[in-house]
């Protein structure tokens, strides 16, 4: 089963006696804005005890279409990469 924002708020709703639904469901939203936002400012966002995010800088290089065997070039993007925590890693093993 995957993990939602819904999935999420429902979580945060059950064990936080004092919020409805929406509310959850708000400062779930908030979070992950908050993440985006960090991450369009090219910030590390460090989840202690569940890992590290952050953007990195493909660079662009050459690439070779496999049907006509053409040459082209891949442009420079900006990808998210994920390093998990050492106690995320022993949790899951």
């Avoid at 999420?8 to 004092?18: F, N, P």
């Avoid at 929406?22 to 991450?39: D, H, P, Q, W, Y």
């Avoid at 995010?53 to 994920?82: H, Q």
């Amino acid at each position: 089963m995957a993990v939602t924002k819904e999935s999420l708020a429902a979580t945060v709703y059950r064990y936080h006696g004092g919020l409805s639904k929406s509310e959850a469901s708000k400062i779930i939203n908030i979070i992950f804005e908050a993440i985006r936002g960090k991450l369009a400012q090219k910030e590390k966002i460090h989840l202690i005890g569940f890992g590290s995010i952050e953007g990195v800088v493909r660079k662009g290089r050459k690439g070779k279409n496999p049907l006509t065997g053409k040459d082209f070039f891949i442009a420079e993007k900006l990808s998210i990469k994920f390093k998990p925590s050492k106690k995320l890693i022993e949790m899951i093993n």
